[in-house]
């Protein structure tokens, strides 16, 4: 196969792209050359899976781990489990989509579908990007309460201004941003390992929790939970941007070259989910030990959770961990978020908008429902709100993974990369059980 890029690949389909993704950081970070490099190249192309793996661990996550944990005991364990494996297999689609055909996900269906359809793909995106956004308002608003007493609604008005940082973020470069979203998720990583410590959870329980049962189909309340951490770990928005993240490595374009960064990109992206898995079911298990396991079956109020801790675990700096992890996670998914958007805005209408005003237009949309239900319906409302963003991103999840499989199995555009017979099963497989639990969750919230 030929070299790829933009212009070459694009001349199989309809139309061709304008620009790179991300294209300030377009090939930007260099790739060791030569053989007997694996350990430097590797190293070259740790980061964009990290970027990727902080939506998986967003504050809507945690809305959905508690409830589920609180609720359920270790049973959703599994539903963490199969979430984590769809998005692996589902993510290194992504990432070869980028490598082999130098688009992303929105550039593809921009150039595959008609004008109607990429522009429905468009705003169905949007409206999943506005959903984690609005997760991450309310996250961030409730650490802020947590950690310095100030009022939810402020708390909800101050993450208009996290754009600023964003800015600085960038102007400092691509490898810095990414180091960035890494030491955050070691700190969130480190706050639960503490935590799970203090919590001392039942390990025969937490194994069996990984074993799926069909309770959770049948179940309407488990189901409408577990869809929820579905819609929260494999995240439409991430595949959109997973397949502009790998195109910032400046690997060598030939068939030889694209193998080798999509065998890097895929140890990089199996590698941070497995850490993003870690952290997921910590939350569930600590919900699990420190709330089931005592009677409080109830719990699913991140606030509630927050107070409970330090008197359950029996440690002073229980609840403190706990909202430090919370802040970290609401302004990592910050950073990836803001990045999805300009991905998706640019790769399906062709419409460039600076960062700070496409950053604020986003947030915005988020504060405003923010605020007013917080100042309707107080702490309660708000954790509510986030269980609910999470099962919108779950049923628009459908509308990004079809597009990706059917762009990736395709020979014409993927050439000798595109996937082969199991491959191609498991996508589909995969693809069927998102839009079947999807299908009978709105089934039952319309016959309840």
């Known amino acids: ?28 970070v260099g790739v060791p050359s030569g053989v007997g490099n694996f350990w430097r190249k590797l190293a070259a192309f740790v980061g964009p899976g990290y970027l990727v793996a902080v939506g998986y ?85 409730i650490a802020l ?21 964003i800015l600085m973020l960038h102007q400092r470069g691509f490898r810095q941003l990414e180091a960035f979203v890494v030491a955050l998720m070691v700190v969130i990583a480190g706050c639960f390992a503490a935590e799970l ?31 929820g951490i579905l819609g929260a770990t494999v995240m439409p928005h991430n ?4 397949s502009a993240l790998v195109q910032t490595r400046r690997f060598t374009q030939t068939t030889e070259g694209m193998r080798e960064a999509l065998r890097f990109a895929t140890i990089d992206g199996t590698v941070a989910l497995v850490f993003a898995m870690f952290i997921n079911a910590a939350i569930l298990i600590l919900a699990a030990s420190a709330f089931h396991a005592n009677g409080r079956g109830d719990v699913a109020d991140i606030l509630q ?30 950073v990836t978020a803001t990045l999805a958007g300009q991905i998706v805005m640019e790769g399906f209408i062709d419409l460039k908008v600076a960062p700070w ?23 309660s409302g708000t954790t509510k709100l986030l269980i609910l963003s999470q099962v919108v991103l779950s049923l628009q999840l459908p509308f990004a993974v079809v597009p990706l499989v059917r762009l990736t199995n395709d020979a014409k555009l993927m050439g000798e990369f595109a996937n082969r017979g199991w491959v191609k099963l498991t996508a ?18 319309v016959t309840a």
Not at 11 to 27: H, K, M, N
Not at 145 to 165: E, M, R, S
Not at 364 to 376: D, G, Q, S, W
Not at 428 to 445: D, E, F, T
Request: charged content about 10%; some cysteine.
């Open 305 to 334: 959770a927050y107070d409970l801790l330090s008197p359950m675990l029996g440690g002073a700096f229980a609840s403190v961990l706990f909202a430090a992890a919370l802040l970290a996670s609401g302004q990592n998914s910050t």
């Open 145 to 165: 309460q947590l950690l310095f007493g100030i009022p939810l609604v402020v708390g909800v008005c101050l993450t208009a201004f996290d754009v600023i940082l």
């Open 1 to 28: 196969m030929p070299p790829s890029n933009i212009v070459q690949i694009n001349a199989r389909l309809p139309i061709q792209a304008t620009a790179p993704s991300l294209p300030g950081a377009y090939r930007s």
């Open 357 to 379: 005003a496409r950053r604020l237009a986003t947030r915005l949309l988020a504060i405003v429902p923010a605020v007013i239900v917080t100042l309707l319906y107080g702490e």
């Open 57 to 141: 661990m967003d504050p809507g996550n945690w809305a959905t781990d508690i409830a589920g944990g609180s609720a359920f005991g270790y049973t959703l364990l599994s539903v963490i489990l199969l979430s984590s494996l769809m998005a692996m297999l589902l993510q290194s689609l992504s990432a070869k989509l980028g490598i082999v055909a130098g688009l992303d996900l929105a550039q593809a269906c921009r150039a595959r579908y008609s004008a109607p359809t990429r522009v429905a793909l468009w705003i169905l995106c949007e409206i999943a990007i506005a959903a984690c956004d609005l997760a991450e308002v309310i996250g961030t608003a």
């Open 239 to 242: 595949l959109y941007l997973h």
């Open 197 to 227: 410590l203090l919590s001392r959870p039942d390990l025969a329980a937490v194994a069996k929790g990984f074993i799926p049962t069909a309770t959770i189909a049948t179940n309407p309340a488990m189901l409408y939970v577990a869809i």
């Open 428 to 445: 589909w497989a995969v693809s069927g059980v998102i839009i079947g639990l999807n299908l009978k969750l709105l089934i039952g919230l």
